[in-house]
Every structure is written in C-alpha cells, then in structure tokens.
C-alpha cells in the first residue's frame, strides 16, 4: 500500500484556521468546507474526513435523517460541519474533541461558518463525556460518526450500549476503517448479531492513491 505523506503536521490546525479566515465569507458553510479541501489538496493535508469520503458521509446523514447526533473526534470542525447542514430543524448536535487547542479551533471555524446554533463542542475524553449524556437529557443517538483514536472505537461502542444510547434503528458511522484501520471494531461489528454492517470502499482523505473505507453500522439490538 502507498504511504501517504505527511498528514496533519504540527501545527496544521493553526495554519489552517489562518488560512480560512482571511478567504471564507462569514457564515458559508459550504465555502468554508470548500476552502479546507482545497487547502488540504494544494497546501498541506489534513486529516478530516475528506470530500470524497465526505459525500459518503452526506449521504448517510441524510439518509438517516438524525434527530440526536454525536460526534466523536471534531479536530478542526470539517466534518461536524458536513453533518450539521444536513440535519433536519430541531436536532441536538454534539461533537467531542479531547484536543483543547484543536477544539479551539474548531470552536473558531464554526463561528465563521455560521453554524454556532446547530453544533455544540465538548472537551473531553470520550469515555468521559459519554456517560453524562442521560444526564443533558439525551434519550439516544440516532446517528453516531466516529473518527477520533482508532483503538477507541470498539470501547466507545461498547459504552455508547452500555448507557443505553443506542436504540434499534441507531447507525454508527465509523471511518478510516482501513487506513489506518480498527480492526478490533470491524472485528466486533462484523461478528456481533447486534449489528448490521455496510462498508463503502473509498480513498484516503485528499490521497487518491490509498485505499480507505467507512464503515455503516446499523444497531438491531
């Protein structure tokens, strides 16, 4: 397998933000997302999600139609953005950044783009954050997009179950499945009855030349 270059070095997430701050329109959305694409092909990559693997994700969030949305791993906002345009009126968004600095960030990019209303950030560990959901008065998630740590996909999951934000019916949306790979969560998705699995082949965000995949979950319970 091709070896990428460099993906997300020190300090990209200041460059960046400094980048769309003097080039995107307050309160484009789809500018801002533009501009960080073009950024990550011309000038440096980035380690979102990616337009190509991005349209996937559109897809899915549309298709599912989410009225409670979780987030786990925000870096700079791309994605919380891609999925809080596509939500319906109404919904509760909530993305999770261990990273103060990238959250920062994040925070920054959001404003700019003029979806402060529809995203709210958490900083935090996830294993921390997710038991205090019940408490902000989330019933379940109906869609759940997971990109931070690989290795905490599968505890994350298991967690998500365990404080019983999962319901029939909830899609988990896991990406960079095969680059760099979880392989102990496509092992336990793939072999749990709990779940129904659908993998859209894919490419490495801004690297035509690397295979990658996200990963459809649906919990049956």
Known sequence: MPKPRQVSAEGFHRRLL?????TVEPGDASNMIATIDNYCYTVESGMNVGDVKGKILDDLVLEANPTTVLELGTFC????LRIARNLPENSRFFTVEFNPEHAAVAKEIIHTAGMD????MLIGASQEMIPQFKGMGVSHFD???VDHEKDLYKPDVILLEKEGLLKKGS????????YPGSPDYIDYVRNNP????TNYMSELEYHKDVVDAIEKSIYIG
């Open 18 to 22: 400094e980048h769309v701050k003097k």
């Open 77 to 80: 906002g791309y994605s919380a």
């Open 117 to 120: 209303d529809k995203i709210q």
């Open 143 to 145: 869609l759940v997009f």
């Open 171 to 178: 899609v988990i949306v896991a990406d960079n499945v095969v």
């Open 194 to 197: 709990k779940f129904e699995n």
